[in-house]
């Protein structure tokens, strides 16, 4: 029964409709997975067995949502399930448990999910590895002594090991698309606007929801049911034309794609990352698509300085709400010490700072926009600059928190810019490295542009496919 856990979660919705597979069956396996391999992986923090047994209990056959009678993984992460406790990986939160659901959870319930429980998350979600002091770090599934990246490190593990087909995770600045280039898995970050942070937020400059998934089509169906306005959103991103799943399964046509290996923050590119691009820019021109290398608006300019004021603005706004919502004054014994620098960063900042911060990289984002897309559909970049770090290598519990935030930055050069310029992004694990682990690149697309991303993504995986690769746990 495990193995049907790294089959698709719309192929394991098929069976349930059909009658070939009951969901408790599903969740039952999902259940023993957790308990087989999760001592070693610790991507789970918390797992709800009775709710979502119970859950499972009232989904029969016939059942026309999408999604329906699956388990699924929530990031434990600005995604308040009513009734369990929300930690954001901090000792800060103590046992808040919110009484609402976040509009994405209630999407995912009406979508036919049954939610299994909650998976780890760094402290506030701020670095690119998995390993709050409160819950300990979570492994990579293909080598337990690296990371599974971060933020959604607990999700892309799960998913990894088997537990679950598919989870929830949220990209503030690579957040999805770094634990997927990690773990083999599929990572897209909608575009600005796609996905409504309902009820808490009108929107947010950086942040996003979505999946980690196995394949494109699950990828493209998450996004089906996850986009779309919420009462009383500030902005929101055009609808598309067809349904995301219809676009993944059309050809893109001839594009215009440029690759570049420019880095939006000073790095050292490891040698199989770079051989990963030049390869993925290969398959790419033998498919029919013109690709050109290009030079990044962004070379020569180190963006992290003015992002990490918008990052600590949104650090600080976590640490107040965790004091809001608890009653619990912050301090360096509940708040890890490279989150306790960035907020002591941010009481520095002035309104004006924070103002300025985000008029400058608004400006950076249009010439970047204007400077790749007006001659190119995609844009082609390594999804990491190395390989997955070792368990410990970004310690946020370390003496030298800056140090620690500039390691993440090297770590991962390439993906916080298009959470700046607000255009969609996928990590796609096309490749596998002579280290065993898997080996993924980053294509961007145009504002707006889910469909453009998906409809190459599917035909890539046609070309090249992964999800039969599982690692060896």
């Not at 995912?108 to 002091?133: C, D, M, S, Y």
């Not at 999946?211 to 049911?225: E, G, H, I, N």
């Not at 600059?385 to 991962?412: N, Q």
Request: hydrophobic share 40%.
């Amino acid at each position: 029964m495990s193995e049907l856990l790294f089959r698709p979660a719309t192929e394991l919705a098929g069976l349930v409709r059909d009658g070939e597979l009951s969901s408790r069956e599903l969740v039952e396996a999902s259940l023993a997975r957790i308990e087989e391999v999760d001592g070693e992986v610790n991507a789970w923090v918390l797992v709800d067995s009775e709710r979502a047994l119970a859950a499972a209990e009232q989904v029969r056959a016939g059942d026309e949502r999408p999604f329906c009678g699956v388990p699924i993984a929530i990031k434990d992460l600005f995604a308040p399930v009513a009734g369990l406790p929300l930690t954001q990986g901090s000792e800060l939160l103590g046992d808040f448990t919110p009484g609402y659901d976040y509009g994405v959870v209630r999407r995912l319930r009406e979508a036919g999910f049954v939610l299994l429980g909650k998976v780890n998350t760094p402290e506030f979600g701020i670095p690119p590895v998995t390993e709050p002091r409160r819950h300990g770090p979570t492994r990579n599934p293909w080598d337990l002594e690296r990371t599974p990246g971060g933020s959604s490190g607990g999700s892309g593990a799960a998913v990894a090991s088997g537990t679950v087909p598919v989870a929830h995770g949220s990209d503030g600045g690579g957040s999805i698309r770094i634990p997927a280039a990690c773990t083999g898995l599929l990572g897209l970050k909608p575009a600005r606007g796609r996905i409504s942070r309902a009820p808490d937020l009108g929107d947010h400059f950086l942040s996003t929801d979505g999946a980690l998934t196995r394949t494109v089509a699950d990828c493209a169906a998450m996004l089906d049911v996850l986009a779309g306005y919420e009462l009383g959103d500030a902005t929101w991103a055009p609808p598309p034309d067809v349904p995301f799943a219809d676009a993944a399964r059309r050809e893109p046509g001839r594009l215009r794609v440029g690759f570049t290996l420019d880095m939006p923050i000073p790095s050292q590119l490891d040698p199989a990352c770079e051989r990963a691009v030049n390869e993925a820019a290969g398959l790419l021109e033998s498919l029919g698509h013109d690709v050109e290398p290009v030079r990044a608006p962004w070379k020569e300019t180190d963006v992290l300085p003015t992002f990490s004021v918008l990052w600590a603005a949104n650090v600080a706004g976590s640490v107040r709400h965790g004091q809001m919502v608890t009653g619990t004054e912050p301090s360096q014994e509940n708040v890890e010490p490279l989150s306790w620098h960035l907020y002591q960063q941010a009481l520095g900042f002035t309104s004006v700072d924070v103002v300025a911060a985000t008029a400058m990289l608004q400006a950076f984002a249009r010439g970047i926009v204007a400077g790749l897309w007006a001659d190119h559909d995609v844009i082609l970049t390594p999804a990491l600059a190395k390989r997955p770090v070792r368990i410990g290598e970004i310690d946020t519990c370390g003496d030298d928190p800056a140090g620690e935030f500039r390691k993440s930055g090297e770590f991962t050069p390439y993906t916080a810019i298009f959470n700046v310029t607000g255009q969609p992004a996928i990590s796609l694990p096309l490749f596998h490295g002579d280290d065993g682990l898997p080996l993924a690149v980053q294509l961007a697309g145009p504002p707006a542009g889910e469909a453009l991303l998906l409809s190459v993504a599917g035909e890539l995986e046609q070309a090249r496919p992964w999800a039969d690769r599982l690692p060896p746990l």
